[in-house]
């Protein structure tokens, strides 16, 4: 196939800059070096052409896409700017690559709705290959440009480039290519993998940098993602104690060579590897270790411990900075107090950084009180933990409202910035997808929904303007006790500001009886502002959550407790403080000893527990021959998953009067006439791995 040059292409290089202003640019590196393409139309139109400095020959593509053209530099090069010189066949939608292998590739330009002609583009990368990829056509035919070409500075980095820490004491700045950075930031939850479809909200939020724990190959799509997006990231690495007064994973710092060499070489592998990625902002070593460690130590060898740490972090700190000086080094806990540590131990760190919620506005104070001579950022603050809430009625900690976690996150914001020429800013916790017990707490899109939180955060950093907005639940109310499985009233006051109807949901969540972090949803009927839902059958309490949506995205959630009891059966428990024996009894261990005498004694909060195998009996003597209408099984979490209830005149030969293979904990409410001296719960298939364990075996005459 043979094509000219549009006219207006011909005009456009006629006028040469005239139609797109020129921009200064050190050198150009691309022309007459080797070239690659995706494909070749012909042999008339090889990559070569589109590098040879001669505009009348051109490169074109097969009649496909995604197409790409690749420019060897032949040495890593600092690339300021790129214009393409596009034929009649151009791309519409396109991105600007680097890579230092020709293999892994990063965006440093993204490019939609491209009308053709001469195109410039003012960039920032580092890489030996550069390269064009286009993934939309704008015709019928493939992609072809006249000249590709790149300019930069080959083997090295253009000066004023990079992230610095600048200025004095009290008067700090942090600069990206030369420009001031404000870190307006979130933590990152979604997969690294799904983070191009995530990255358009988080820009239009006002978003420009996000955070994260752990840094490896999965890292990279987060990393590209960013970049295309103009973002930066905070990555971390991991270190053993992390998380805090909820961490694990002891580490001796003082004596464990071993551990602190692997650590060191996974740290400098992943330096390496992205230290050239536009997407990059700063490095992290370490999240709430020197807090965490008192889970491990105590006393003397406690502070020994920190000690080594904050100097294992200033190692780390060095070994980073002699891979990459273009970045910035800093280290993370959970108070302030670390900080201390790092000022007598870890010199190397560029800027500290810490974890905060309800006292995030202290942390001025706490810096200025310490004589700190490094500035700070915040990596975690938002609305009041639930380590640092009230408890309940309940014995729970009181989780906040949407209305307070929403001016939480404003008030943490606002405490970040107001510490001139310091704080550099902060990335909040927490943009994720998760639906959970954690993610009700703190998430902005809790299951992709956003919420009063995520608009605050919006607005506090200069976002878009929302065109809707969530309900606001201005009230819920919830009785303190309720029956197993009775219906549990939820009353509520709610309003959406844009007029949305409101629908509305309900779960539960068993957290604070076994640590459960899941959502379990109830069906809930509702009568204007009253819902009704089902209480779980299982004693304890529990969170009840209700969420009102708008149908648009928007998402407004309020939870409170309730403690679920045990019904009580009408008529006279025959049972209560007669004679019992059991098959076992647990006589050690936390709270031991449980003996059968428990499951009989009225008191809703003792309970019997058996050895950990099957099958297992408790039997009850009733005094004499009584006949009984109803058996009542509170079970703890330990169930019977198989059993019957069995009655004997002699206490040797038994007869079976109720058996099932699908108990599911709980309360069993069993309904059956009997007759006995003596009453036994024989017990042959467990429910979970442990052994049975019954807060209450009642027994009922009416």
């Known amino acids: 196939m043979a094509r000219v040059r549009s006219i207006c292409t011909v005009i456009a290089v006629l006028l040469g800059l005239a139609v797109l202003p020129a921009h200064a640019a050190p050198t150009l590196l691309s022309q007459g070096k080797p070239a690659l393409a995706s494909s070749a139309e012909n042999g008339g139109t090889p990559a070569s052409a589109a590098v040879d400095g001669n505009g009348d020959t051109r490169w074109s593509s097969e009649w496909s896409a995604p197409q790409w053209l690749r420019v060897d530099l032949g040495a890593s090069s600092a690339v300021s700017r ?3 010189d596009w034929e009649s066949a151009y791309a519409t939608a396109f991105e600007i690559q680097v890579s230092a292998d020709g293999d892994a590739w990063q965006p440093i330009r993204s490019v939609t709705g491209a009308t053709g002609g001469r195109q410039g583009y003012d960039v920032t990368g580092t890489g030996r290959y550069v390269r064009m990829n286009a993934t939309q056509r704008a015709n019928g035919y493939g992609v072809s440009l006249w000249e590709f070409r790149v300019y930069g500075t080959q083997g090295g980095v253009v000066p004023g480039t990079g992230v610095r820490v600048t200025g004095s004491q009290g008067n700090w700045q942090l600069t ?23 990255m358009p909200e988080l820009k239009s939020m006002g978003v420009n940098t996000l955070r994260t724990w752990g840094t490896d190959a999965s890292t990279r799509p987060l990393l590209d993602a960013a970049a295309a997006q103009g973002l930066r990231v905070i990555n971390g690495f991991w270190l053993q104690p992390g998380g805090g007064p909820g961490s694990g994973g002891c580490v001796n710092y003082v004596t464990d060579a071993q551990y602190k060499a692997d650590v060191l070489g996974q740290i400098r592998q992943w330096v390496t590897t992205y230290k050239d990625h536009p997407g990059v902002l700063m490095w992290n070593v370490g999240n709430e270790s020197i807090l965490g460690l008192q889970n491990c130590y105590s006393g003397t060898e406690l502070e020994n411990q ?100 929403r001016d939480g996150y404003t008030q943490a914001w606002n405490c970040i910035v107001g510490h001139t020429g310091v704080s550099f800013g902060g990335t909040l916790f927490h943009y994720g997808t998760e639906y959970d017990f954690g993610a009700v707490w703190f998430n902005l ?5 956003k919420r009063l939180s995520f608009y605050s955060v919006q607005r506090a950093f200069g ?39 409101i629908q509305w949901s309900a779960a539960f969540n068993s957290k604070y009886i076994d640590n459960s972090g899941g959502l379990a949803g109830a069906p809930v009927q509702v009568n204007g502002n009253r819902l009704t839902a089902t209480a779980p059958d299982r004693l304890g309490v529990w969170k009840v959550y209700v969420m009102a949506e708008d149908g648009r995205g928007n998402i407004g959630i309020e939870t409170r407790s309730v403690r679920v009891v045990a019904p009580q059966p009408s008529g006279v428990n025959v049972a209560q403080g007669k004679p019992v024996t059991a098959s076992s009894y647990q006589q050690v261990g936390d709270g031991a000893p449980f003996p059968p005498s428990n499951a009989v004694d009225g008191n809703g909060t003792s309970r019997w ?11 009850a003597d009733l005094g004499a021959v009584t006949t009984f209408q109803h058996v009542q099984l509170v079970w703890e979490g330990a169930f019977g998953r198989a059993y019957e209830i069995q009655v004997s005149d002699d206490g040797g030969n038994w007869r079976s009067v109720y058996g099932t293979t699908a108990g599911n904990g709980g309360v069993d409410s069993i309904d059956v006439t009997a007759t006995g001296r003596y009453v036994r719960l024989h017990a042959t298939q467990r429910g979970t791995g442990w052994g049975y364990s019954l807060y209450e075996f009642g027994i009922y005459r009416r």
């Not at 420009?179 to 997969?191: A, F, H, I, Y």
């Not at 009785?479 to 007029?499: C, E, F, K």
């Not at 527990?609 to 297992?616: E, I, K, L």
Request: hydrophobic share 40%; charged share 20%; with cysteine.
């Open 82 to 84: 790129v214009e393409l």
């Open 176 to 198: 990206v290519d030369g420009q001031p950075w404000v870190v307006k930031g979130l933590t990152w939850g979604p997969p690294a993998a799904d983070a191009a479809r995530y």
């Open 306 to 405: 920190r000690v080594a740490y904050a100097r294992y972090l200033n190692e780390a700190a060095r070994a980073i900075h002699a891979i990459d000086t273009n970045h910035p080094v800093t280290n993370t806990d959970a108070w302030t107090g670390a900080w201390v540590y790092l000022k007598a131990y870890t010199p190397d760190l560029d800027l500290y950084s810490v974890n905060s919620y309800g006292n995030v506005c202290k942390v001025r104070q706490d810096w200025t009180s310490g004589g700190y001579t490094k500035p700070y950022i915040l990596t975690e603050a938002g609305p009041a933990g639930e380590w640092e809430v009230p408890n309940d009625a309940n014995g729970v900690p009181a989780e906040p409202t949407d209305v307070q976690k």
């Open 445 to 449: 899109t809790p299951a992709g929904k």
């Open 463 to 501: 976002g878009a303007t929302p065109a809707n907005t969530p309900p606001v639940i201005s009230a819920m109310t919830v009785p303190q006790t309720v029956a197993a499985g009775a219906p549990l009233t939820i009353d509520v006051a709610a309003s959406d500001p844009n007029g949305d109807a």
């Open 609 to 619: 527990a058996t050895d950990w195998a099957d099958p297992q009996w408790i039997r």
